[in-house]
């Protein structure tokens, strides 16, 4: 599964604080997950991007993300690609 299938975007919210939003790789309902990748606050809880963060296709999003949803899934980002654990 590709990130840009997932509607990935960029949200700034405060300013200097980044967040990447896109579609549960694995939830029916649609739930949104919601990374930090900027956080001036909490520097310790965010993750890193590897890659431009424009181009949705390549980046790559370090450590893995388990998310707490419905199916509480576990997965890696890179390269663009998902790949479910």
Same mark, same amino acid.
């Given at each position: 599964?590709?990130? #840009?299938?997932?509607? &990935?975007?960029?949200?700034?919210l405060p300013?200097?604080?980044?967040?990447?939003?896109?579609?549960?790789?694995?939830?029916? #309902?649609?739930?949104?997950?919601?990374?930090?990748? =900027?956080?001036?606050?909490? &520097? =310790?809880?965010?993750?890193?991007?590897?890659?431009?963060?424009?181009?949705?296709?390549?980046?790559?999003?370090?450590?893995?993300? +388990? +998310?707490?949803?419905n199916t509480?899934?576990?997965?890696?980002? #890179?390269?663009?690609?998902?790949?479910?654990?």
């Amino acid at each position: 599964m590709k990130l #840009t299938d997932l509607n &990935p975007e960029w949200r700034e919210l405060p300013p200097g604080n980044k967040y990447l939003y896109f579609d549960c790789p694995t939830c029916a #309902t649609k739930h949104r997950e919601v990374i930090a990748v =900027d956080n001036t606050h909490f &520097p =310790d809880q965010t993750w890193h991007v590897v890659g431009t963060e424009q181009a949705f296709e390549r980046i790559s999003i370090t450590p893995s993300l +388990q +998310q707490h949803c419905n199916t509480s899934p576990h997965y890696f980002i #890179t390269n663009g690609e998902i790949m479910i654990v």
